[in-house]
């Protein structure tokens, strides 16, 4: 495809061309010249039919930059280009590295800037602060823990009337493979603090709920315990940590601990279910599965959430009144 019958001003007919008198393309557009009224309409005809080109932005450095090559150098863009060429004309200018608008003229140009955000988006646990959530997406080690009861504390400073609702996705304080990675202290912990809040805690299991993960499942408001579809809840007996060269002595204490720690969740799970302590003590002297239906049956949830049936989330606040609420001052101009 052959771009020979296009010019410069056909592309870019909003930037000024000074040709000088001496020029070959000014004698061949002169006035005077008998065959240049032809290609004037026809040239005239072309861009008529084409949409009308917005104003320049004096601002823009690369249109500014062009404007002035074609005002200063005009011979660059007057060459007409080859007629066998499949290259639409003049774009080998664009190549030109002194077109090129450098970083602090692109940061600076008004295109760019309208675009740019007047403050940064807020992390995702503040999004779901927003709706009163709080998400267990790890297994209960130390750092989890402590995120979990200050988001907790925090939305009871920030409504003490409004239920909190607790997403799990968690196993507990073991891995995948059964590692142990957490103190059984730390469900107990979360434990204790939803049960101090004045806050009513709606729970809802996605993914999965096992060992102290579970009993937090239990542990939510009676009837507002949900469990999604396909999720899974598990019950098990706390692990030994590993006691690597750690004295028969202390093997023997720590054991004592976690069959301690046993007996305290076997309570616990026994109050949130309404069953007897023999009957999930027994349960629990090898892994429990439990699917939607059968956890349901057992009594960790009280109802599976299907697509839309129960509301798991407080009304979204507007940026302006979540900024307000939580005592942040928007500076004019940020």
Not at 197 to 206: C, F, Q, R, W, Y
Request: proline residues 10%; contains cysteine.
């Amino acid at each position: 495809m052959a771009f020979g019958a296009l010019s410069f001003r056909t592309v870019c007919p909003q930037i000024p061309m000074a040709v000088p008198a001496s020029s070959s393309a000014s004698s061949s557009f002169s006035s005077s010249s008998p065959t240049s009224a032809a290609p004037r309409r026809a040239l005239s005809a072309i861009r008529m039919a084409l949409p009308p080109m917005p104003p320049l932005n004096p601002k823009d450095p690369f249109l500014s930059k062009l404007a002035s090559v074609a005002t200063s150098a005009p011979e660059a863009l007057t060459v007409p280009p080859s007629p066998d060429s499949d290259t639409p004309p003049f774009l080998d200018i664009f190549d030109s590295p002194k077109l090129m608008a450098t970083p602090a003229q692109v940061e600076h140009s008004v295109s760019y800037n309208e675009h740019r955000p007047r403050k940064p988006p807020p992390d995702l646990p503040s999004l779901l602060l927003n709706g009163r959530i709080v998400y267990i997406g790890m297994p209960l080690v130390p750092a989890v823990t402590e995120l979990v009861i200050a988001e907790m504390l925090y939305l009871q400073w920030m409504d003490p009337k409004q239920p909190i609702y607790l997403y799990i996705n968690s196993t507990g304080t073991t891995r995948d493979d059964g590692e142990t990675v957490g103190m059984e202290t730390e469900g107990f912990a979360i434990y204790d603090a939803m049960m101090q809040l004045k806050n009513e805690i709606e729970t809802v299991a996605v993914g999965a709920a096992i060992g102290q993960a579970c009993l937090l499942l239990a542990a939510g408001k009676k009837g507002r315990r949900f469990m999604m579809p396909h999720a899974k809840a598990m019950i098990q007996q706390p692990r030994v940590p590993s006691s690597g060269q750690m004295p028969a002595s202390d093997v023997l204490i720590r054991a004592k601990e976690v069959i301690n720690n046993r007996d305290t969740l076997v309570k616990l799970l026994a109050k949130h279910t309404g069953n007897s302590m023999e009957t999930v003590s027994k349960l629990m002297r090898r892994p429990f599965y439990m699917d939607s239906i059968k956890a349901q049956e057992f009594g960790v949830i009280d109802k599976i959430l299907w697509r839309g049936q129960e509301k798991i989330m407080a009304d979204a606040l507007s940026p302006e009144e979540w900024d307000k609420r939580a005592g942040i001052k928007v500076v004019d101009g940020m």
